[in-house]
C-alpha cells in the first residue's frame, strides 16, 4: 500500500481501471438500465431507425454482462456491421457517467430480422396517402415477425477496442 498524499488513507498501489471499484455494481437497476437505453437511442439509434428502419435496445445488464438486441428490417438492404452498435453505446452520454467501462465484462448482442420496419422519414409531398399507409402498416407490424439473425459475445478488451 502507498500512502495518498491528499490525505493520510492507504490506496492500492495497482489501481487498475480495468476492473470496478467494490461500491461500483456490475448489475445496472432498472432505472439505470432506462436511462442508459434512452441516451443511446438519442445518441444515434434513432436515426437509423427513421432513415433505415433499424431499431436497438439496451436490454439489461446483470453480473457485468450487457444485453444489446439490434433489429435488422428483412428488406434486402446492406448489412450493418455490430460495431456501429457498440460504438454509439460507448459514444452516448450515459456511457460514461453510468461508469459502464468500468462495469462492464462481456456484451451480448442479439441481431434480429423482422419484415416490417422500425421507423421511417420522408417529405409528405414527395409520397402519395398510400404510400404513407404502407410505412405506417409497416412500423406497426416492426417486431411481430422478429427472427434471430446470429448472436455474438465481445469481451471487454474488444467492446473497449471499438
Not at 434512452?38 to 428502419?53: A, N, R
Not at 459514444?91 to 416490417?116: I, P, Q, T
Not at 406497426?140 to 469481451?155: H, N, P, Q, V, W
Amino acid at each position: 500500500m502507498k500512502q495518498s498524499k491528499n490525505n493520510n488513507h492507504s490506496e492500492p498501489s495497482n489501481n487498475s481501471r480495468a476492473e470496478a471499484p467494490l461500491s461500483l455494481s456490475s448489475t445496472l437497476s432498472e432505472k439505470e438500465r432506462k436511462i442508459l437505453h434512452h441516451s443511446y437511442v438519442q445518441s444515434g439509434i434513432k436515426w437509423l431507425g427513421m432513415l433505415h428502419g433499424i431499431s436497438s435496445a439496451v436490454v439489461e445488464m446483470k453480473n457485468g454482462l450487457l444485453v444489446v438486441t439490434v433489429t435488422l428490417p428483412n428488406n434486402g438492404s446492406k448489412p450493418v456491421e455490430d460495431e456501429v452498435f457498440i460504438r454509439i453505446l460507448k459514444k452516448c452520454r450515459e456511457w460514461n457517467r453510468l461508469e459502464m467501462e468500468l462495469r462492464l465484462r462481456r456484451l451480448y448482442l442479439l441481431v434480429y430480422s423482422d419484415k416490417g420496419k422500425a421507423g421511417f422519414m420522408l417529405r409528405s409531398d414527395e409520397q402519395d396517402s398510400e404510400e404513407i399507409r404502407r410505412l405506417c402498416r409497416e412500423s406497426r407490424e416492426f417486431g411481430k415477425t422478429r427472427k434471430l439473425l446470429y448472436d455474438r459475445i465481445y469481451d471487454r478488451e474488444e467492446v473497449m477496442g471499438m
